[in-house]
């Protein structure tokens, strides 16, 4: 299963960014998907996961009320709408899949795509 997270870039706090984590090779309705980011220097870090079939999503208590995870099972493909975006939010941001659903540890996550840069100017 390959993954490939896209839609980075910079933006002013405040401001909104959308990313996209593109999947191929495997049963994409299979996996629960999930988004982590790493800021320099520091541990990967949760941010949001989604059911298989978006029954639920999950979110850190950092980004609850500002970022929005979402799937389309028929483009293969996961979201994470970010808004209301802090300079504490930057990082870069990796998109996870989980064959297994029921954990979100960084550890637990089968598949990874590489990430995409996120930098919030104050």
């Known amino acids: 299963v390959q993954l490939q997270a896209s839609g980075g870039g910079l933006v002013q706090a405040g401001g909104s960014l959308r990313l996209s984590c593109a999947t191929s090779?495997?049963?994409?309705?299979?996996?629960?998907m999930a988004w982590f980011r790493q800021a320099p220097g520091k541990e990967r870090d949760f941010v949001a996961g989604?059911?298989?079939?978006?029954?639920?999503?999950y979110y850190a208590d950092s980004v609850k009320g500002r970022f929005t995870i979402s799937r389309d099972n028929n483009k293969n493909t996961a979201y994470l709408q970010m808004s209301s975006l802090k300079p504490e939010d930057t990082a870069d941001y990796y998109c996870?899949?989980?064959?297994?659903?029921?954990?979100?540890?960084?550890?637990?996550?089968?598949?990874w795509g590489k990430g995409t840069q996120v930098t919030v100017s104050s």
């Open positions: 989604i059911s298989r079939f978006a029954s639920s999503t």
């Open positions: 996870a899949a989980n064959h297994f659903g029921g954990s979100w540890r960084p550890d637990d996550m089968d598949y």
């Open positions: 090779g495997g049963t994409f309705s299979s996996y629960s």
